[in-house]
């Protein structure tokens, strides 16, 4: 069951960061429903790219790696492959803390959609460890 629940999770966050990435290739602001300009300061902040990269573009990557692993264990269950999963998801929930921090002390800017991306990233996180915890009593 918590194979789809990250599954469903990867998706919806797929999702999040695909709307993200095409707004940010918009000419006009980015749709930010709650937190007004907060997503245009993001966007437009040093920090929105990695080498000339934006920013969604990993977020998509990240979940399309969740997903995709995911599938893997559905449909075998292995130890390293649900270990490689967890190490994805680590990652990916640092990354996300780190980027929060940015928005929180250097931005002076909330991005509803890197919130919501980072609060999905949040839970699967969570539920890979409880998984991986689980498998390997």
């Given at each position: ?6 599954f469903?999770l990867?998706l919806?966050g797929?999702?999040?960061?695909a709307?993200l ?9 980015i749709v930010?429903?709650?937190t007004?300009?907060?997503c245009?300061?993001v966007?437009k902040?040093?920090?929105s ?7 969604p573009y ?6 399309i790696a969740?997903?995709?692993i995911?599938i893997w264990l559905?449909?075998?269950?292995d130890?390293?492959v ?8 680590i990652i ?6 780190y ?10 800017a909330?991005?509803i ?7 999905i990233?949040?839970?699967i996180?969570l539920?890979?460890?409880?998984e991986f915890?689980?498998k390997?009593?």
């Amino acid at each position: 069951m918590s194979n789809r629940i990250i599954f469903i999770l990867s998706l919806l966050g797929l999702i999040v960061t695909a709307f993200l990435a095409f707004e940010y290739i918009q000419t006009g602001p980015i749709v930010c429903p709650i937190t007004g300009a907060g997503c245009e300061l993001v966007r437009k902040s040093s920090y929105s790219k990695i080498l000339g990269i934006d920013l969604p573009y990993f977020g998509i990557l990240f979940y399309i790696a969740v997903a995709t692993i995911t599938i893997w264990l559905i449909q075998k269950s292995d130890k390293l492959v649900s270990g490689l999963r967890l190490l994805v998801s680590i990652i990916g929930f640092a990354f996300g803390v780190y980027l929060t921090f940015l928005e929180a002390f250097v931005i002076h800017a909330w991005c509803i959609w890197c919130l919501t991306s980072f609060i999905i990233s949040g839970f699967i996180f969570l539920i890979c460890i409880e998984e991986f915890r689980r498998k390997s009593i």
